[in-house]
């Protein structure tokens, strides 16, 4: 088991990529901390590693765009855990997809900013304060392809880019205390919320669309991400800092 004996928050955890992650570092070995505003829907992706055989694993609900929920996260972690050796930034979304520039709207591109870009600063913040005196640490942060520019994503984008030079400038700092910090930028990928916010016609139009402008001609499962997360996350990637690997079945080369 490549996570045996590691402790690893997850945010993100009720959404797509973030519950499939928890699920395969759990049959990993790893001690899981599900984070995620959506309660209930932590509840039931404990339920069902549990039901997989994963007994190690914690629900701690938290709203990242509050810096007081991520404070209370991290003290509760520091209480409850002798370490945390992995973070793994996966809460996100695009409040703002609009399709010309005059439409950006100061409220939406907030919250955008304060989703995708400020709880993954904090939460890498408040994660380095107990990985640095231990002198260990993974951190994996969720960037997209569209960090390298989408019309019609603009503040998205921006955030994901954020995200990218964060990253960057984070596995500067924290390499001499052995902690890694790498991104993950995936073009599409097929998560229920898609199919819940467009329909499934226009999901299934979408993902095929997608598919064939992909030189790997499909898109993304949620399993293609979290394995490259654990990649990452394990002692196999520990030279591996400050990279952003994108997952895109080759889009965009
Ligand atoms: N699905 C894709 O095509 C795709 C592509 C590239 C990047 N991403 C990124 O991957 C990550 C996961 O997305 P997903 O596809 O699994 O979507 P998802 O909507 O299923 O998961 C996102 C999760 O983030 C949680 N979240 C939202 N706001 C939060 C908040 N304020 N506090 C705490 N948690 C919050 C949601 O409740 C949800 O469970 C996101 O960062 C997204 O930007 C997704």
Known sequence: MRLSGKTALITGAAGGIGSTTAGIFS???ASVILSDCKRDACLAVESEIRSQGGDNVTVMPADLTREEDILKLFSE?????????ILVNIAGGDHEPVADVESIDYERMSRNIDLNLKSCI???REACRIMKPLAYGRIVNMSSLVYRGSPGQFSYSASKGGIFSFTRSLAMAMGQYNIT?????PALVD??????VLGRD????M???????????RIASPEDVAKAALFLASDDASFITGQVIEISGGARL
């Open 207 to 217: 993902a095929e669309a997608a598919a064939e402008r992909y030189p790997l001609k």
């Open 191 to 196: 998560v229920p919320v898609f199919q819940k």
């Open 27 to 29: 049959s990993e070995g």
């Open 202 to 205: 226009k999901w299934l139009a």
């Open 181 to 185: 910090v790498n991104a993950l930028a």
């Open 77 to 85: 972690i520091g209480s409850s855990h002798p370490a945390l050796d």
């Open 122 to 124: 904090l939460c890498c």
